[in-house]
């Protein structure tokens, strides 16, 4: 039996939305999949595989996961950051599948079994307006969801990132050579969101779990006027009140309102979000297997957060690719600090592409028993949805000045 390894392919495919993905392949012919898709920068991440990881992965034993994860982490120097870490991310995760197939079993047994039957996920439910709002979240209930992350319009406003008017699907990248630009008023949003997530509370009733997502757009003074505002809502949590480059800056936060808080999806290492943790200035750390280097580093992020009593909660937008949700739950069924999955389903014709054994049923997730993560890529289905140039909005605000989105 050799576990060497003898290709590493990167394929960029374009089902609805770009997704890049790496094939490593043994000389015993176990193929393993990763996913390394970065929204909006694609090629840079297919560039950094093919042209650095790739060939310096030829000849190495599958089996030394944690060796090769060192040796692309530290073996370069130039440390860090999305494109690295999503290259990174997409290699451990292929050899985590490659050994899930050598052994026989599915990747969570290898992480230690299951600590619990099911994930409990969450959806997205949109709407320009309040009855379009409360229609969408009826129809993700009747889906079988019981946690619901909730967006709205902004009156005033003619466009908002992440809700479309009168469409359920949404948070499209703009096709063509560069991003759409939005208005954003940051005193129509707060004179806005609170009775907006009031009246969905009162929708729905104390039984569900209601989410909202901020999206970096405050200042932590902002933010502590929302979480005040939002404590009687009895929210799930306030995602991304604050873009939390400056980790300390969430002390005020924490110290002036109960509202539980979720971060971390733009970072990609524990040294980003180290703070946020040991200070406890959040509720749920929210990086994501494939842009924070793979299942081996979320792992180590969320057995740190563990010790502080923050949960896992991990980013899983349409943007990353079924490999990467199917990562998350082999890694949420064996991590005991892994609260909730963030599931936003995909465009049909994703499943051409990418065949999944994950499950869902009753507002939960299971990854499947398959050997592996579970995720086969028909590359045939791939090379019909070529690569197409595609960004996400960015905003301003009314004075011209660009913000955080
Ligand atoms: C979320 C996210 C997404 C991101 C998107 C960027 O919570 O799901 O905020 O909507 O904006 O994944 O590529
Ligand atoms: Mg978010």
Not at 116 to 122: A, D, K
Not at 156 to 168: E, F, K, S
Not at 300 to 311: D, G, P, S
Not at 345 to 352: A, F, N, T
Request: aromatic share 8%.
């Amino acid at each position: 039996m050799s576990n060497t390894i003898v290709s590493a392919d990167v394929i960029v495919t374009s089902p609805s939305r770009n997704y890049v993905t790496v094939k490593v392949t043994t000389a015993d012919g176990l193929v393993g999949w990763g996913d390394a898709t970065l929204n909006g920068r694609e090629l840079s991440v297919a560039s950094y595989l093919r042209d650095h990881l790739a060939p310096a992965l030829v000849g190495r034993d599958a089996d030394r996961i944690e060796d090769v994860w060192q040796l692309f982490y530290r073996g370069v120097y130039w440390r860090r950051g999305p494109v690295t870490m999503a290259a990174i991310g997409a290699v451990d995760t292929a050899l985590w599948d490659i050994k899930g197939k050598a052994l026989g079993v599915p990747v969570y047994q290898l992480l230690g079994g299951a600590v619990r039957e099911q994930i409990l996920t969450y959806t997205h439910a949109t709407g320009w307006d309040l009855p379009a709002l409360c229609e969408s979240v009826d129809h993700v209930l009747a889906r079988g969801f019981r946690a619901v992350r909730v967006q709205s319009g902004v009156p005033g406003l003619n466009r908002v990132y992440g809700v479309t008017r009168g469409a359920q699907a949404y948070e499209p990248a703009g096709r063509g050579s560069g991003p759409a630009e939005e208005t954003w008023d940051t005193g129509a949003y707060l004179r806005h969101a609170p009775q907006m997530l009031r009246a969905i509370r009162e929708h729905v009733g104390p039984d569900i779990d209601l989410l909202h997502d901020v999206h970096h757009r405050l200042t932590p003074t902002e933010a502590v006027q929302l979480g005040k505002a939002v404590e009687p809502v009895n929210l799930f949590w306030l995602e991304d009140v604050t873009p939390a480059e400056n980790q300390q800056l969430l002390r005020q936060v924490r110290a002036q309102t109960s509202v539980p808080l979720a971060i971390g999806e733009v970072f990609n290492t524990v040294w980003d979000c180290q703070q946020l943790i040991t200070e406890r200035l959040i509720d749920y750390i929210r990086t994501a297997v494939v842009h924070a280097g793979g299942i081996s580093h979320i792992r180590k992020i969320l057995n740190l957060a563990e010790v502080f009593q923050v949960k896992g909660a991990p980013h899983g937008p349409s943007d990353v690719s079924p490999i990467s949700l199917s990562a998350s739950l082999h890694v949420g069924l064996s991590t005991t600090n892994f609260a909730i999955q963030e599931y936003m389903g995909y465009d049909p014709l994703v499943s051409e592409v990418f065949r999944s054994s994950f499950t869902f049923r009753d507002g939960y997730l299971h990854p499947g028993d398959e050997p592996g993560l579970g995720v086969t890529v028909d590359e045939e289905a791939a090379a019909r949805f070529p690569y197409e140039q595609a960004y996400l909005p960015i905003a301003r605000r009314r004075d011209g000045t660009m913000t955080d989105w």
